[in-house]
T-cell receptor, first 114, second 115 residues
Framework: AQSVTQPDIHITVSEGASLELRCNYSYGATPYLFWYVQSPGQGLQLLLKYFSGDTLVQGIKGFEAEFKRSQSSFNLRKPSVHWSDAAEYFCAVGARNQGGKLIFGQGTELSVKP | GAVVSQHPSWVICKSGTSVKIECRSLDFQATTMFWYRQFPKQSLMLMATSNEGSKATYEQGVEKDKFLINHASLTLSTLTVTSAHPEDSSFYIC???????????FGQGTRLTVV
């Protein structure tokens, strides 16, 4: 079955510290992978996406993610977290020619300590 | 990037009434649109896939007679929640499929509260 797992429901990091949010997927076809961020009561903002090519993907707001096929993972990283990064983060997977139909992970809530 | 507009951004309705939510792709034609529902503190769950000019495909467990979807043009899909009940209160988000069929672009979402 197709699925996306974000093992960490809630993570707290200190401002300025590094961050890694985990994402594992199970998908029969070649996956297209996405990370979105959602602030409370708001819609989704795309941070980055992976379709093919270089497995290290750079996104907006200083985020990056690395696709590891052998581990079925697409972890999100940021070297130095800012207080404004506090939000809910969703990993999602889709496939070519599905028009953007996505399966979302459960989400990871990020809190940032001053 | 492509722009998808969803309207209204929030709505409060009385139990038993119907509510219509619009999803428009402003600068591209979307043959496929998707409707998701998100309960508080939960993830987004796909409700249905809407294809222009044809009937929507609903995910398992989603009542097609309750959640009416119409995709009459390449830029507009609507979701009508019929005979709404408090348990239908949720955040509804649409997305429109891109030209290359590889990703979709999300609307801002609609917060529905049924009282």
């Amino acid at each position: 079955a197709q699925s996306v797992t974000q093992p960490d429901i809630h993570i707290t990091v200190s401002e300025g510290a590094s961050l890694e949010l985990r994402c594992n997927y199970s998908y029969g076809a070649t996956p297209y992978l996405f990370w979105y961020v959602q602030s409370p009561g708001q819609g989704l903002q795309l941070l980055l996406k992976y379709f093919s090519g270089d497995t290290l993907v750079q996104g907006i707001k200083g985020f990056e993610a690395e696709f590891k096929r052998s581990q079925s993972s697409f972890n999100l990283r940021k070297p130095s977290v800012h207080w404004s990064d506090a939000a809910e983060y969703f990993c999602a997977v889709g496939a070519r020619n599905q028009g953007g139909k996505l399966i979302f992970g459960q989400g990871t809530e990020l809190s940032v300590k001053p | 990037g492509a722009v998808v507009s969803q309207h209204p951004s929030w709505v409060i309705c009385k139990s038993g009434t119907s509510v219509k939510i619009e999803c428009r792709s402003l600068d591209f034609q979307a043959t496929t649109m998707f409707w998701y529902r998100q309960f508080p503190k939960q993830s987004l769950m796909l409700m249905a896939t809407s294809n222009e000019g044809s009937k929507a495909t609903y995910e398992q467990g989603v009542e097609k007679d309750k959640f009416l979807i119409n995709h009459a043009s390449l830029t507009l899909s609507t979701l009508t929640v019929t005979s709404a009940h408090p348990e239908d209160s949720s955040f509804y988000i649409c997305s429109a499929g891109g030209l290359l069929n590889t990703e979709a672009f999300f609307g801002q979402g609609t917060r529905l509260t049924v009282v």
